[in-house]
């Protein structure tokens, strides 16, 4: 199975920063890479696809970067209801693999 | 606007069966590969299985976690994706989301369901 590891695992940040998330794959996995968004008690969202491309409706502060086995998600400018854990998701190969999480709280 | 309803969850004993169901609207449910993706209280998203769509196949591949005990279905007619839980265990205690294709890039693709809770437990 291909393991995704996440870094950090938690930050604290203000209103206004810039946020930079990694996941780094155990192989190669091209740009078939997915980030999530999650809030406590709701569903997962989906911000970006194929590694950099966002999904319809997210605003634009959030980016996505990489290829291979190194991508980033990016929040340029840290919104109050940025705060929330996200993950990254493999899709090149089964079973898919999500990454630990990253929990982004208040500073 | 895409939209999945969930229905189904609840507490059943180890060793026993539950089916879970998921309504899609808002998108053409037969052209659109299902995943279920759960998350055991606390912890991170697990990847639980995908069908295809009828036209490509329909068929269904699971975590080894699941294979052999789960089975993913859909009812393209009804717009329903199911997952039957059979012969669960303790560890299967999570909630369980139904997503519309996580890789794809559509608009009707990356959504999720509002979860339901399993609970294992005798």
């Known amino acids: 199975d291909i393991q995704m590891t996440q870094s950090p695992s938690s930050l604290s940040a203000s209103v ?23 809030k406590p008690g709701k569903a997962p969202k989906r911000l970006i696809y194929g590694a950099s491309s966002l ?3 997210v605003p634009s502060r959030f980016s996505g970067s990489g ?7 990016t929040i340029s400018s840290l919104q109050p209801e940025d705060f ?7 899709l090149i190969n089964f079973p898919l693999t999500f990454g630990g999480g990253t929990k982004v709280e208040i500073k | 606007e895409v939209q999945l309803v969930q229905s189904g969850g609840g507490l059943v004993e180890p060793g026993g069966s539950l089916r879970l169901s998921c309504v899609g609207s808002g998108f ?15 912890k991170g998203l ?14 269904a591949d699971y975590a080894a976690a699941v294979q052999g005990r789960f089975r993913i279905s859909r009812e393209d007619s009804q717009r329903t994706l199911s997952l039957q839980m059979n012969s669960p ?14 890789g794809g890039g559509g608009t009707m693709d990356g959504h999720c369901g509002q979860g339901t809770l399993v609970t294992v437990s005798s």
């Open chain 2, 89 to 102: 265990k303790t560890y299967d205690t999570a909630v369980y989301y139904c997503c519309t294709s996580v």
């Open chain 1, 16 to 38: 206004g920063d810039r946020v930079t998330i990694t996941c780094r794959a155990s192989q190669g996995i091209g740009n078939h890479l997915g980030w999530f968004q999650q």
């Open chain 1, 55 to 57: 999904q319809s409706g």
């Open chain 1, 84 to 90: 929330a854990t996200y993950y990254c998701l493999q």
């Open chain 2, 28 to 42: 053409y449910f037969t052209n659109v590969y299902m995943h279920w993706v759960r998350q055991a209280p606390g």
């Open chain 2, 46 to 59: 697990e990847w639980v299985g995908r069908v295809r769509s009828n036209p490509d196949g329909g068929a």
């Open chain 1, 67 to 73: 290829s291979g086995t190194d991508f980033t998600l």
